[in-house]
């Protein structure tokens, strides 16, 4: 038979712990108005009951609730006996306690407090300054801490969270497994290593830590990239990433193996593998390394307009751990790794041939907030030098009919932030044209336009 006390002690503990009373004070606190159970409700527990044995057992079942102090019920006028009018909670403190424990739920003050403790022990173990001083990298971080002080303000669990320890306790764990990590890693493998089952992660956890990610990608920037994105951005794929390139490019593997990919001019594949093994790259004549964030951008453009003289890299989004370490082998041959063109180490470049040309590095990605943010991301981190391609407002204006509106409001308030930061300022041209005129440009759209100029 269906278990009504724990049905209706749930839907009016939900109704309780939403109230105002709840969240503004102690939850031992009894609302100013009756906790009722709605009219839906009452008629979702009441379908069936032409089955007298279903409503007999239904009503038997609020009696014994009653009797045990924890609700209280009225009857339908003329129908007493028969007909229930109106289910409310009793909110008494010892009522409270008693609800709470015939059907095993912890109340939320308990839940809140808990979940507090949690955040704080992720907190200590991701460290503050331990975790670098880039915004990705104190990102989730402050993020945590604004959960605390959202617990500790509104008396809520927060919309991220579940308030079930095991389950936020796995939500957590992620996150500092992100934070941590700085490698390409197979999802169902992280879930296995974290929780000890290689589906546990996606059917519990991926949509909570998704949200998470979002809500932070759209504070700091007013929109978030694809799903798959957020997760390889911090190194968690579903599977071993190929990376796609087109060029006069050559390959030495730490065996000592060489693998010469010039005489591919269709276009070249790498594995992630192979990037972790790659000793260095040599690109011969090459005079020009070209990014391209959208697939329909680079097939046109390696089919149609690549220069032997040319290194094409299908960019994609934002890249993860491993195309970072695939972009920056590159930029390193290049000699357009770092500010003053030379390694780390202060050596010179030796994947360049002696009195090879000077090599430049352009990027091309939608004009929009997304291609610009990718833009600075490959800049910042890896190629200093790096020079936009066809993301300038002659593009805008000379393909004005291929534009598509700016969004929402939300996301010219963006675009207006970006006006602010100097690390966008090769853009500050292009962001004023576009707030201007309310349009922004999709890559895909220039290679439709017969008369675009490459």
Not at 25 to 44: F, G, I, M, W, Y
Not at 198 to 227: P, T
Not at 417 to 435: G, S, T
Request: contains cysteine; charged residues 30%; negative net charge.
């Amino acid at each position: 038979m269906t278990d009504y006390q724990k049905i209706v002690l749930n839907m009016l503990l939900d109704h309780f712990e939403n109230s105002s009373a709840v969240c503004a004070d102690a939850a031992s606190q009894a609302p100013k108005r009756r906790v009722l159970l709605t009219k839906r409700e009452q008629e979702k527990l009441s379908s069936g009951f032409e089955d007298p044995d279903k409503k007999n057992h239904f009503l038997a079942q609020l009696s014994v609730l009653k009797d045990k102090g924890c609700i209280d019920f009225s009857w339908v006028r003329h129908e007493e006996g028969n007909l229930v009018d109106r289910i409310w909670l009793v909110t008494k403190p010892e009522s409270l306690r008693e609800s709470y424990r015939l059907i095993g739920r912890l109340p939320l003050e308990t839940q809140r407090c808990r979940l507090i403790k949690q955040i704080q022990v992720a907190l200590r173990e991701l460290g503050g300054d331990a975790v670098g001083t880039d915004e990705q990298s104190l990102s989730i971080f402050r993020f945590l801490e604004e959960q605390v002080g959202h617990i500790r303000t509104h008396r809520k669990i927060p919309r991220y969270f579940t308030g079930d320890e095991e389950t936020d306790q796995a939500i957590l764990d992620m996150l500092i497994f992100m934070e941590q990590n700085d490698r390409e890693q197979m999802e169902r493998l992280v879930s296995s290593r974290l929780y000890g089952d290689s589906k546990y992660w996606e059917k519990n956890i991926k949509s909570h830590v998704l949200s998470i990610l979002r809500q932070i990608e759209k504070e700091r920037f007013g929109e978030a990239a694809a799903d798959d994105e957020l997760l390889r951005q911090r190194g968690i794929v579903r599977w071993p990433e190929i990376m796609e390139f087109c060029g006069a490019a050559v390959v030495e593997l730490e065996d000592e193996s060489v693998v010469d990919y010039s005489r591919l001019c269709w276009g070249a594949y790498i594995n992630s593998e192979t990037i972790r093994r790659i000793r260095r790259v040599r690109l011969g004549d090459i005079r020009r390394i070209l990014s391209i964030e959208n697939k329909a951008n680079y097939i046109w453009y390696i089919s149609e307009r690549q220069k032997a003289d040319e290194l094409v890299l299908y960019h994609g989004g934002f890249y993860s751990p491993t195309k970072g370490d695939w972009f920056r082998s590159v930029a390193t041959a290049a000699g357009l790794e770092t500010e003053s063109g030379r390694n780390p180490d202060g050596e010179g470049n030796e994947g360049r041939q002696s009195g090879s040309p000077e090599i430049t590095w352009c990027h091309w990605s939608d004009i929009d907030l997304g291609g610009f943010r990718i833009f600075t991301q490959l800049r910042k981190s890896i190629v200093p030098y790096l020079q936009p391609y066809r993301m300038d407002v002659v593009t805008l204006e000379s393909n004005r009919d291929a534009c598509r509106l700016l969004p929402n409001k939300n996301y010219r308030r963006a675009l207006e932030k970006l006006l602010d930061d100097p690390d966008y300022q090769v853009f500050h041209e292009a962001i004023r044209w576009m707030l201007c005129e309310g349009l922004c440009l999709e890559q895909e759209q220039l290679v439709l336009q017969p008369d675009f100029v490459y």
